[in-house]
Every structure is written in structure tokens, then in C-alpha cells.
């Protein structure tokens, strides 16, 4: 089993421990960061702590999720987290990000994901797939700056916080070209 630790040129995306939660917690909490995803904020830190312990159990070598925990290599600050569910057959995945607020916009997303990208391909996944909310277009155009291949367009596919909402469907196949990061 290969170890739980990616490193990229600012970020090092490793394992969850407990002393994330508070952060955790924090990024989560936020109203603009809950907004396409499926839990709702605020996020205790009792419920943190019990996420950390559940990210912590998972590997990435395994069927089901996976979350990476994404640090700032300068400074070790949690600055958001990507999700891997690997299918039974271990050469399907589905990924999912979040990153606090205040790091949007800075290239860590475009650089952690690619990061969990490349390490799915040579962990000898075939296809990865994303999802996201229709209305989310920062998050379509990271999936399409990582070179990911619009898919489909589920409309009013998702009950979510009191609203129907439309789904993208992307895909990436190991075989695809993809834009060079720096």
C-alpha cells in the first residue's frame, strides 16, 4: 500500500488527524462554501471531529471514500479537503472538493486536484467522474481546466436544501489529454 501523502509545489494533501477539526469546522461552517454541496452549515466541532475520525479510517487504495485533507506546505494551514470514492472494481473513481473561502481563487483547487488526479491514473484508475451543481460555475471551470469532458446535463436531478437543482456530469479518462500544470 502506498503512503497517504501527495505533495505539490505550495500544498501537501495527507491523511486527516484531529487537530483539523476546528478548521474543519470552520471552512465548513460557511454559508458560501455549503452552498452546492450536501450538508448544510453550520458544521459543529463535534461533528468535525467525528468527520476527521471518518477521513482518517478511509485509504485511498480501497473501495468507497477517501477524504485528503489539503495543507498549505508553508505553513501546515487545512485549507480544504478533496474526496475520492473508489468503485468496487478499484479502476472507477468519483472526486469532490471544497476549499475554504478566503483560498478560492489562489490555483490551490486546480493544484490539489490535479495532484489527486495524477495519483488516481497511476494508482491504475481508468475513468474519474465529477458531478457538480449546474449553478456552480467555478467548479465546472476548474473540471474543464483539469480536462475534464462535459458529460451531461441532468436537469432538476437534485432535492437539495429545499430546491430541485440541475447536475453536471463530467468524466476524464486516463487516456485523455490534459493541459500541462506548472
Excluded at 5 to 19: H, I
Excluded at 34 to 60: C, I, K, M
Excluded at 133 to 155: I, P, V
Aim: proline share 4%; aromatic share 8%.
Amino acid at each position: 500500500m502506498r503512503p497517504v501523502r501527495l505533495v505539490t509545489e505550495r500544498l501537501v494533501l495527507r491523511r486527516f488527524r484531529t487537530e483539523d477539526a476546528p478548521a474543519l469546522a470552520a471552512y465548513r461552517s460557511d454559508p458560501a462554501v455549503a452552498r452546492y454541496q450536501g450538508w448544510s452549515a453550520p458544521v459543529t466541532e463535534a461533528d468535525a471531529r467525528r468527520l476527521v475520525r471518518q477521513f482518517a479510517a478511509g485509504s485511498p487504495d480501497t473501495p468507497g471514500w477517501f477524504q485528503y485533507a489539503v495543507v498549505r506546505a508553508d505553513d501546515g494551514v487545512l485549507v480544504g479537503d478533496v474526496g475520492v470514492h473508489r468503485h468496487e472494481n478499484l479502476r472507477q473513481a468519483e472526486i469532490g472538493y471544497t476549499l475554504a473561502t478566503a483560498y478560492q481563487g489562489l490555483g490551490y483547487a486546480t493544484e490539489a486536484v490535479g495532484a489527486v488526479l495524477d495519483d488516481l491514473f497511476e494508482r491504475g484508475v481508468v475513468r474519474i467522474s465529477a458531478e457538480c451543481d449546474a449553478r456552480n460555475e467555478r467548479s465546472a471551470r476548474l473540471l474543464r481546466r483539469l480536462g475534464f469532458t462535459a458529460e451531461g446535463h441532468r436537469r432538476q436531478a437534485t432535492w437539495l436544501k429545499g430546491e430541485w437543482t440541475d447536475d453536471l456530469l463530467f468524466g476524464l479518462l486516463a487516456t485523455d489529454p490534459r493541459p500541462r500544470r506548472t
